[in-house]
């Protein structure tokens, strides 16, 4: 009941303002499936998604003055296709994965509501990147999850089934002539494998993955830049090596995509490296200014955090949005 009341509240105040401001906040879009289309004895954290639009609300009582959280809704066949075999789509958008590749791609068990979800959460990053492309005033936009990184051309891995970075990238070329280069920056704690795969011939996009080395995924994609970590770095030395990366990137990208995974931190259980949650917010502020000089448009994708406890991910996603947000204002 609280939800739904909640829902309607937002309803209204994002369309009163949509008349008034004509769309120039950032966006940050969001579905109620990214939780509950997930089977609750899926060893995934699904909650995550429903608890960091929460504590938004929580931390930011005037959140919806600042951006607008809307819902995503389902991407097309069409859309995936521009990063994915139309075989794989096909059978995946038919119930129709066999056993082996259910298993690779984990979220487990299977439930009916999976195509959709995957479809919404994916549309949620290409909304994003339309609201940025087509508001010049808005600097940054985003999707309360996405980041789905490691799903190849034609089959999907470790929680990820369709490239969301990959699809919505590929999108931005494909609707705006001005949009040629693509930088797709991966600060996950894993490897953006599939991303790396799926561009490892276009040179119109290129791929940057900050990852632990000793860490899933075991065998490793070339991206245009790979910075493979030591188990246990730090937040001085991952700071310094990005703001190096940072520093030294000439290739001058009209959009960027952030995959801006929670699981370089110290509690996660699927991390291998021990940064803080300042630290995690420091790296997002080297991001944040790394595409306000450039002058690029920002889409900002959750991607991963597994904490013990959950909630130090939660607080750390949240902060993610919320430094945005702030930016915004400086
Ligand atoms: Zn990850």
Redesign the pocket.
């Known amino acids: 009941m609280q939800r739904s009341l909640e829902g309607n509240a937002l309803k209204a105040s994002v369309e009163g303002r949509e008349t008034s401001m004509s769309g120039t906040l950032p966006r940050l879009f969001w579905s109620s499936l990214y939780t509950d289309a997930l089977s609750e004895d899926a060893r995934f954290p699904r909650e995550r998604y429903r608890l960091v639009r929460q504590q938004l609300f929580e931390r930011q009582l005037d959140l919806l003055e600042q951006v607008e959280i809307l819902s995503a809704e389902e991407a097309t066949r069409a859309d995936c296709l521009l990063a994915h075999d139309a075989g794989y789509v096909d059978r995946f958008l038919q119930g129709e994965l066999n056993e082996k590749e259910m298993r690779r791609i984990g979220l487990r068990p299977w439930t009916e509501r999976m195509v959709k979800r995957t479809l919404v959460l994916t549309n949620g990053t290409i909304q994003a990147t339309h609201h940025v492309l087509q508001n010049p005033a808005c600097r940054w936009s985003g999707n309360i999850g996405g980041g789905t990184h490691h799903a190849y051309t034609d089959f999907g891995s470790g929680y990820c089934i369709v490239n969301d970075l990959a699809i919505a990238a590929r999108v931005a070329q494909r609707d705006y002539e001005d949009i040629q280069r693509v930088l797709i920056l991966d600060l996950?704690?894993?490897q953006g494998d599939g991303t790396a795969q799926i561009f490892e011939e276009d040179p119109s996009v290129r791929t940057i993955s900050f990852h632990a080395e000793r860490n899933f995924p075991f065998r490793k994609m070339t991206s245009d830049l790979d910075i493979a970590l030591p188990d246990g770095v730090e937040d001085r030395e991952y700071l310094q090596l990005l703001e190096d990366c940072l520093t030294r990137e000439v290739f001058q990208p009209d959009l960027i995509f952030y995959q801006a995974?929670a699981?370089p931190l110290a509690t996660d259980r699927?991390g291998h490296l021990a940064l803080t949650r300042e630290g995690l917010r420091m790296r997002n502020r080297l991001v944040f200014d790394y595409a306000a000089q450039c002058q690029a448009p920002l889409v900002i994708t959750m991607?991963?955090g597994y904490g013990e406890p959950l909630e130090t991910s939660i607080d750390a996603h949240a902060d993610l949005f919320l430094e945005a947000i702030r930016g915004d204002k400086s």
Do not use: E
């Open positions: 996950d704690v894993h995974g699981d699927l991607g991963g």
